[in-house]
């Protein structure tokens, strides 16, 4: 187990590359007694993840208003991790268990990206989108390497 100090100091490393180096707005902190370490989520600039059901709605929802649809980023869940730490399934799964789809603080609207519109497409995102964690995997040099992980099986993208 990862001492307090590694975790705090394993937080700022990433929520400094976070900010400064992809330019991600609200970067905060989360903390509760059922966490096993704190998290970080955030609002990132563009739109980092498009299920692939979404995908085909947007797709088939554009050539409908013959438009493209903009594409609004969402708030992300951020794991920070060191590069040498092993973590099973059991761990990932009662971390997903102890968060919701969607990070706290995130007006309803804003999570259900609400404009008016019934379309199909958005029910892929606000709290009916699928967990998700951004594993940010930091290095001795301080190299931080982000990966998707997800709560459950999700097809892939298609192409």
Known sequence: MASPDHITALSKVVLNNLEYQHDWTQVKTHEQPNLPRPLIYGLPPKRLY???????????????????IQ??????????????????????????????????????????????????WRLWRGPKRGKRI??????????VTYYWIHDGLVKPRQN
Do not use: M, N, Y
């Open 134 to 143: 951004l594993l940010a995997t930091v290095q001795d040099d301080s190299t």
């Open 71 to 120: 594409q609004e980023p969402e708030v992300e869940w951020v794991l920070p991790l060191h590069l040498s730490e092993k973590w099973s399934p059991a761990q990932f799964a009662a971390l997903f268990d102890a968060i919701e789809a969607v990070p706290p603080g995130v007006a309803r609207e804003e999570a259900l990206h609400l404009d008016g519109t019934d379309a199909r």
């Open 50 to 68: 498009v299920h692939p059901d979404e995908q085909v709605d947007v797709i088939k929802a554009e050539k409908e208003r013959g438009k493209p």
